[in-house]
């Protein structure tokens, strides 16, 4: 019986051994295939520098629709579709923001209305400024204060987090509720300080909501050091400013997710990798979300150029609207719910083309324990990180179905620092960290395929 | 006995949770402390903005002595001296370089010479190129098919290893030996493609040895994009390529590594935190190595800021002339030896102002253990990888005479994109990754003070 079990263990042992090193030597294909030949970075050279930034609606974000297809086609999917969505359409136009000191003349901010923003139809509108830096100091506002005010929420992003994230996350109420907290008090339109990292005078869109059946005043962006030489100047003075803007909601569109899977060999159950095509109406959308397009491509392209046999179909969705409206996330979910498609798992790339960390999980205990059992594997490509984690936006209605979602993980230093920007441009990516993103999921998805 | 050994237990437990949960809060003080209140990013930029680079021997490199004396007295340094060393000084002069092909005049290439080659002495110096693309090809040339050639070392920096560092290792031998294996088959100059991972147009410098009894012929340096143009070329027609440089050593002179320290409470016993102050003649030096130097202010900052009550002296050494002669750390450890001055621990920062992901540690298996035993305190700061590992070059000496020596790992993918090159530059270092190094190298030596 010893000799049995000894046996028995030592079988169990070399089959687990196998295993992993079978795994490794799969891992080091991958990252040879991908370091080596990787197609990414031009392929976000393209997109960016022949295309720009697309907003949901624009013609722009068509082209991308098309050059997209076109991708999934010479990277070998088998199949690539449209999907269709109908999506909000917002358009900016011209906006100016202008302030006056007691003693001078008018003076022009650098500014961005936020996403979903209604503007002031072309009209001057103006009111002098008052600040809160907090929700408490908001709180303790009187209707009388506010009343045809301008409400300047200057709270600054909070350094002190490690992860970037979580700044933001802190920081984003007052970009999404700052226009309906000014207009229940009756004042005119809000400025906000930027949800930004960096202490520049870089002003940063992003999506904000209008509560219902309150007033929709405008609302924009002013960059970080903007928002403090503003702070120095209300210390001693009253400030009006002028606003003058075009941007508004247009109605919907039809438009288009772009999906392109190869085909399961085993069974046609679905294995999701996916980023969002869409991006702001500022610089090139590069880091959000070129970089999550380009590596899901290069995940199908790598397996088949390696002629990985996957079990399960493997499908690339680039997502419509992620930025404002989520349309083209909810559309792909229903689609699989009406369609009863099984999906194994779904992984996004939308937090930036930055070296991977790790690979953030939101499934049932067994499944992230199985998949944290995995980490040695991923530990020498710097991806040590598989934490219980909110996974990306566009998969919450699969997350919400069961499926397993997950999201890379990059490091977070750099990228709300451009993050909704005009400096979100191609040359803020660097050609390994986002191929190393690439390796990372494609090496999760070789493994989940394998043993999923 | 049961019921003493169960009490035991459980004070031991205790006060080892104890001193993790105190560690963890002091972990978290210096985090906030740098993240919120660090000079760091404000210090880089005075070094790179006011001063630029600095080569030793040159004026520049002065100016960042007496520069970094008064920032070690303003971070509340208790003592601050300069350390004479003799060092070697080389200087560029004018240089350019131009190749004909079969059908066409002159034409201009990006170029720099290697760090401590000598020039044509403003002569031009011109003949055929040859072209090998490893030390194997190399190897195979005749004297005869290289004389009165000039020999181009086409090798590619080697994408596939994840850390850059070991491209940079395996690639290094061609800068450093191009010159003397040329003029050992009788050819006039040697180009070498750069040490880059970078798909660019920018030569990398950096130093470059001559065998003794060999000809000095001069080494230059061209960017990746034009090496490959070169390559093309080559493949039709001959090419001439000729050279005019004017740089050499001009000797020795007498010149400073800068000290500061604050004094052990317990023992005079020392732990060294440290990086280069010199860099090279182009660019400004910002992450090779401002960015180690003005880390490494910071943690001493922050000691006296936090006031952190060392046992043991903490002392930051800005050693002079890493880059072409290590003379700085040498002169150090020479120092150390003569007046016996016991040292326990010493790191240097020295592989760029990126995000840190690890320290490595170069010592004996029971030390090392210890740190590795710490790991977990570490990890919510992003540092997880505490490998045993060669530390910094200026440590070398010290490490050479027993001393456990660290060096802080931060992520490698963009250090040899700009490494040597005039991109090397305060825009691209990013305050935050810069500020959580000097975190890390913070919460390094507050363990090691603590525990040693």
Redesign the interface.
């Known amino acids: 019986m010893k000799k049995i079990l000894g046996t028995s263990l030592l079988l169990f042992g070399m089959a687990a051994f196998g295993q992993t090193k079978e795994d490794s030597v799969q891992f080091s294909k991958i990252?040879?295939e991908v370091?080596?030949n990787g197609k990414g970075y031009n392929d976000l050279r393209e997109l960016t520098k022949n295309i720009g930034h697309r907003l949901s609606g624009s013609e722009a974000y068509e082209k991308s629709v098309k050059w997209a297809e076109q991708k999934l086609r010479d990277a070998g999917a088998d199949k690539v579709w449209l999907q269709e969505v109908m999506i909000p359409v917002w358009v900016r136009g011209k906006e100016s923001l202008h302030i006056k000191t007691s003693n001078g003349g008018w003076k022009s901010l650098k500014m961005l209305s936020l996403g979903n923003s209604e503007g002031t139809g072309g009209k001057d509108v103006s009111g002098e400024i008052i600040m809160v830096k907090s929700m408490e100091e908001y709180e303790k506002l009187s209707p009388e204060q506010v009343k045809d005010k301008i409400l300047f929420f200057n709270y600054a992003f909070k350094?002190?987090f490690?992860e970037?994230f979580k700044g933001y996350s802190d920081a984003a109420k007052y970009r999404t509720t700052a226009a309906s907290l000014t207009a229940k008090k009756g004042g005119k339109f809000a400025i906000i300080r930027s949800l930004s990292?960096?202490?520049d005078d870089v002003p940063h869109t992003g999506a904000m909501r209008y509560e219902d059946n309150v007033v929709k005043v405008p609302a924009v962006a002013i960059g970080s050091s903007t928002a403090d030489e503003l702070e120095v100047l209300l210390k001693n003075q009253k400030i009006t400013a002028k606003l003058n803007s075009n941007c508004g909601m247009k109605g919907e569109k039809l438009s288009h997710s772009v999906i392109g899977e190869i085909t399961g060999k085993k069974d046609q159950s679905v294995i999701v990798v996916g980023g969002h095509l869409d991006s702001w109406d500022v610089g090139e959308g590069a880091h959000d979300d070129g970089a999550g397009i380009v590596q899901s491509i290069e995940v199908l392209r790598t397996f088949k150029k390696l002629g990985l046999q996957n079990n399960h179909t493997i499908r690339v969705v680039c997502f419509a609207n992620e930025e404002n409206g989520v349309k083209g996330g909810v559309q792909y979910g229903k689609t699989v719910k009406e369609k009863n498609e099984k999906h194994l798992f779904a992984i996004e790339s939308d937090a930036g083309g930055f070296?991977p960390?790790g690979i953030a999980l939101d499934m049932d205990d067994t499944k992230r324990k199985q998949i944290q059992g995995w980490s040695k594997l991923f530990l020498?490509?710097?991806v040590?990180n598989f934490e219980e984690k909110f996974s990306g936006t566009d998969l919450y209605p699969l997350h919400d179905m069961g499926i397993p979602a997950a999201e890379l993980m990059p490091?977070s230093?750099?990228y709300f620092?451009i993050h909704h920007t005009e400096e979100d441009t191609f040359e803020k990516v660097?050609?390994?960290?986002l191929l190393?993103g690439a390796v990372a999921m494609t090496q999760m998805i070789y493994m989940i395929d394998k043993n999923w």
Request: no cysteine; charged share 25%.
């Open positions: 990252s040879l370091l080596n350094q002190s490690i970037t990292s960096a202490f070296a960390r020498p490509y710097g040590y490091d230093q750099r620092d660097n050609r390994r960290e190393l």
